[in-house]
């Protein structure tokens, strides 16, 4: 498997056209698309996060990884659904409501994907009613509300009651972050987790699965 291991260190090292290659390749030498991913490419992420959390990797760093990673699991995903694999969990993200802020929200969505998840980016400025929609449409385990502007928090907080107006508050799971978010405000709006930091998303969301 040290082609394999090379496609790890790719989707570290950011390197996009190595990744694409390399997963090709397993492909063609009938690698299971499941072990590809689940043995080399969310190991590859989490050390991604692992180098962020100590500040060996900034921004930037992050983009190529996630870029990387994306590029090669667009490859595998007619396999998966082909075999009926199941995702680590099912997330609906987006930036809310008067926010048009997006390279957060991206970054967040990246590192979920190359963390096994299914994620669905509903992009920016998301009304609360396209979050219900989007959580019962793809059966969401999880919804993702980012805002980097301190005037946009307040659509969070209106979010959280939209899904309780409409009665399905119980049945996804809500985490918020974003530059002025804090845990404080989260616990404040009702919301089910804070992360201050994309890698840091994976593992609450992670954490709340398992929580059940």
Known sequence: MAELQRLFEAIVNGDAKAALALTQQAVAENVPAGEIISGYMIPAMDEVGQKFECEDYFVPELLLSGRAMKGALEVLRPLLAAAGAEPTG??????????????GKN????????????VHDLGADVSPERFIEAAATHKADIVALSALLTVTMPAMRTTVD??????????????????????????????????????AAVNLARGLLKAG
Request: net charge negative.
């Open 107 to 118: 970054l967040v969505a990246s590192m979920l994907e190359g963390g096994g998840f299914e």
């Open 90 to 103: 099912r997330v609906v993200i987006g930036t809310v409501k008067g926010d048009l802020h997006d390279i």
């Open 162 to 199: 939209a899904f309780k107006t409409a009665g399905v508050r119980d049945s996804v799971k809500i985490i918020v972050g974003g530059a002025p978010v804090t845990s404080s405000f989260a616990k404040e709006i009702g919301a089910d987790g804070f992360s201050d930091s994309a890698s």
